[in-house]
Structure formats: C-alpha cells, structure tokens
C-alpha cells in the first residue's frame, strides 16, 4: 500500500510494529496531515469573521495581546475542536509507539548487547547525576515519562520510544533516520563558516542522536561528543550509533555545568533543545558553550524561530503547543532575542549570526536573514521554519 509517511529506516535498534500497530502509525500521520491541511490553516478565517467580531462588539474594541486571543479562541467550538484532536493525536501516538517499543523490547535489548561487544564509542552514565527540576517537572510533547525516565539499570524505554514516536511527531518531516535538524546545523556552519574544520565536537541535547550522525558524517576525522539529561535514552543513542556505524562518546551530563575542560572543543551545537529548557538554564546552558568552546571556535544552535511581524492570531497559533502540548517553556523562548542571549554570554556582537532556514522536499537547506521570506518553504514541504543562531568565539 501506499504510505502517506515512508517508514524510517529500520536500523537494527529501530523498534518494530506489528501491523495493527502500524496501521495506528498511518492514521495518526493522515489525521495530522488533515489537520494541518484543513483545519489549522482556517482557524485566523474564524478569528477575523467570527471571534474578533464578538471581542470588539462587547468591549468596543479589538484584541491588544495575544493573551486577549487566546482566551477568544479557546472559547469558540472551531478553534476547541481542532485543539482537542490535536492533543489526542498526540496522546494516541505516544500511547501506540509506548507499545511498540515495549512488545519489541527483548529484541531490541538483545541488540544492544551485542553491540556492546566491540564499541566504537563510549557511554558514561552518573548514578549520582541530579535531574534539573525543569525537566523532571515536565512529560516533554506529553511523552509519558518524558526523556528522563530510566526504570533499571539497563533500560532502554525512553530511546525507543522517542526514536519512532518522533518521526511521526514530525510526519517523518526530519528525514528517515531523523537527521534532517543534523543536516541542517552542518549546513549552517559551512555556509557561515566555510573554512572552519573542527577536531573536536560537542553536542549538547542530543536525546537518541539523529542530529549527531550528521557531524560525524561530515567531520570524519573529529572526536565528537554528546550529552543529554536522561540514563535511558543515553543508553539508547549510544547502542543506536553503534548500529550505525558511528563513533560518539556519549555522557550524561547537564548543559548548564558540564565536566568538560575550558576552551575543550572546537564546535559546540544544540538542536531543538533551547525551546524545552527554562530561560534562566537557556542563559547556563549558552555561558557554558561560551566556556567549553575554544578562541576561534564555533558555537552553532537550531530551535524553533523567533522575531517578525506577527500578528496576535499567529501567536497564538505558534504558542498553542506552549498550553496543551506540554511544551512549557515554548512561549517565553519565542519572545527571547538570540543575538542578545549569545551576547550576555560573552560571544561578541559582531562574531554572532543569525539565519532562519527552511528545507525542502528534496532535503535542501534555503537560509534567510528575516523570519518572513516570500520564497520561504512552507511547512508542507519540508521540517518547515527553523532558526541557526551562533557565534566564532
């Protein structure tokens, strides 16, 4: 039959469906296909014809802030509708990639052992490590559980987990091994800074490491490095890059203190992490990038995008997930400027870039010095809008 969605590939720590399960997997990806296409786009049309209408005919004025919007919008049946599908396909698709990963788990455990064997990389967990309170407090995109659960000493849950359930989070948008976010920092830091060849690499966030395969593709040579918050899912990327044939040297740290010598790395990146941390561990996390990274060194990030003319109704369609997609942290980290944040860290003004990008279907990355672009990709067409911000130390 015909996919909507193509199936990741299935590396041997991939967790595999049976064919009911997967059958969940296409409904869930058409229903999110059909939302984004039919409903999410109408939603401004009922605020401007129905809602905003209603606002101005009781207080005799137009909505000031999107706070005003948002409680407008919530009260309208269109707008309940759809944010009641959403927040249940979500729950279906964790609550289905949960099962998938448990049923398939003995084989997937088995996997790892055997890959331990003869590692091309390392793994360094802390039975000591304390869990920052903004990540425990929190079941990240409402998985259950979060990234940081981990139920024995061998557990490999959380990965798997994550590792199916988000490319179809994403409709498969980040690419069959999920690489796409990896591509594009790579990306980023050629067209920025071309001549620039790291030895040693850090990257900071990287739960199952699909962005961290892309820089070891593209600097063969160097040492590269990975952290993240979570046992579990450690555990998981480390088994998954020996799938893969990759050499990373995983460890569980936190990104606000981390073990790493001043001035120990070369190239330090981040990929969608900054949105799930809280401001004052985003300004930690960014001094921290600012110490470990040597002079001349480069500092590159990628989160979802701030800045632009938007309009009240586009934000509260961009903080929705902030409210019901347990994404707490996503609103205040759309209002914080990037050249400010790496600035306060001690990156100098003028050494700071900032682009936002878009990829195509094809894969291929456009970048832009302003969030609204006419030839921007559309979100149909790729992993949609994303942001690059860093800096040369």
Request: charged residues 25%; contains cysteine.
């Amino acid at each position: 039959m015909t996919r909507l969605v193509p199936q990741p590939i299935a590396h041997a720590m991939m967790p595999l469906p049976v064919h009911d399960a997967h059958a969940r997997e296409d409904f869930i990806v058409g229903l999110k296909l059909h939302m984004m296409a039919h409903a999410y786009p109408y939603d401004e049309l009922v605020y401007e014809r129905r809602a905003k209408p209603k606002f101005v005919k009781e207080h005799g004025r137009a909505p000031e802030n999107c706070d005003e919007v948002h409680a407008l919008m919530m009260g309208d049946d269109f707008t309940k509708m759809w944010s009641g599908i959403a927040r249940a396909a979500q729950e279906m698709l964790w609550a289905n990639e949960g099962k998938i990963a448990a049923r398939d788990m003995p084989r997937i455990a088995a996997e790892a052992r055997k890959l331990s064997a003869a590692p091309k990389g390392t793994l360094t967990l802390d039975p000591d490590f304390e869990m920052p309170r903004y990540v425990e407090a929190v079941d990240i995109h409402c998985m259950p559980g979060g990234y940081q659960t981990s139920l024995s000493d061998d557990d490999l849950h959380a990965g798997a987990m994550y590792e199916r359930g988000s490319y179809y989070y994403t409709t498969g948008m980040a690419g069959r091994l999920r690489d796409g976010g990896g591509k594009g920092t790579v990306a980023a830091i050629k067209k920025f800074f071309p001549d620039f060849e790291p030895k040693r690499i850090l990257d900071v966030g990287c739960t199952t490491g699909g962005a961290t395969m892309p820089l070891v593709d593209a600097w063969p040579d160097a040492e590269v490095h990975a952290i993240d918050v979570g046992a579990a899912i450690l555990r998981y990327a480390h088994a998954r890059a020996e799938a893969l044939g990759r050499s990373v040297h995983f460890s569980q740290q936190n990104g606000e203190c981390t073990n790493f010598e001043d001035r120990d790395f070369d190239l330090v990146v981040s990929g969608g992490m900054f949105h799930e941390t809280s401001s004052k561990a985003a300004r930690n996390i960014v001094k921290e990038m600012h110490r470990v990274v040597r002079p001349g060194g480069v500092v590159m990030n990628q989160d979802i995008p701030y800045g632009g003319d938007y309009s009240l109704h586009d934000q509260f369609m961009l903080n929705w997930d902030c409210y019901y997609n347990a994404e707490p942290f996503w609103r205040q980290w759309t209002a914080i400027n990037r050249t400010d944040l790496l600035n306060d860290a001690g990156f100098d003004r003028t050494n700071i870039v900032e682009s936002w990008a878009g990829r195509d279907a094809a894969g291929t990355f456009s970048f832009f010095d302003a969030p609204f672009d006419e030839s921007f990709p559309s979100t149909g067409g790729g992993i949609g809008r994303v942001q690059f911000f860093g800096a040369q130390k």
